[in-house]
């Protein structure tokens, strides 16, 4: 199976991709003030590359549930001038967190390779024919709800028969919009709209995704259903990605990028004993 992420072909099975997060916002690299140090934030992703991290997620607008949504202008001042000075720096496929289809057209002119869009669960259009037209790669995300709602007692009747349904319809209708499979990667979208029970229940039955012949994405990093204080959560974010790469996850998305790709590497090396 090949993943196209614009002029990159990943080929899959693969040892699972790290993809390294990047978040471009205030609380992350300010100068102090309101501005956002580009130059800090293009050194710390290019860390990151260092560390082992494949893809390299650069967002600027904070998902967190409740968090208010940022304007176009302002997300585009806050990713733009880094993914430029990342793509002068570095081969690394680049991937942008986004929800805006004029985001992810620019940032896509400026080097990035892959669309992350956690609003999948949304008809896009626009979104769908950014990718088509630039050959990016593009993350379809399930979400369930909006980043303010989405946490109010989320529902299924059968989590990952939902999932089933979702990736299904919206595989038909990508291609249908003339985004081909090749440039898909699948996300079941650990947090957003489940309850614990839902994202250990996903994960536990993630194996069931891989007959869409898709790269599975997975991100539990440092999420709150691992529990406890959110910098004490890297021992469970570890487990979480060695779980995935065990039942078929292609790409986890991290933010401890050495500790996850040492972890990673060593479980592939006994599993290829
Ligand atoms: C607060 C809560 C802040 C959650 C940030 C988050 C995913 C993603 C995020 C994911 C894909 C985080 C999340 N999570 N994109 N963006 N899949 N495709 O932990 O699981 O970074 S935001």
Redesign the pocket.
Known sequence: MNWQTGDFTWQFPRPTLVMG?VNVTPDSFSDGGKFIDAEAAAAHALQLAAEGAELLDIGGE????GAPPVDEAEELRRVIPVIEKLAGQTDTVISI?TQKPAVAQAATAAGARVI?D?AAHRVDVAMWRVAAQTGAGY?A?HMQGTPQTMQNAPEYDDVIATMEAFFAERLEAMAAAGLPAEQVAL?P???FGKTTGHNLALLAGLARFTRFQRPL?V?A???SFLGGKVTERLGSSIACACRAAADGAGIV?VHDVRETAQALRAWEAIDQA
Do not use: A, E, F
Not at 62 to 65: D, I, L, Q
């Open positions: 997060i904070s998902t967190r549930p967190d992350n956690i993350i995300m996300d979208g650990i947090g994405m991100g990093s440092r999420k998305r």
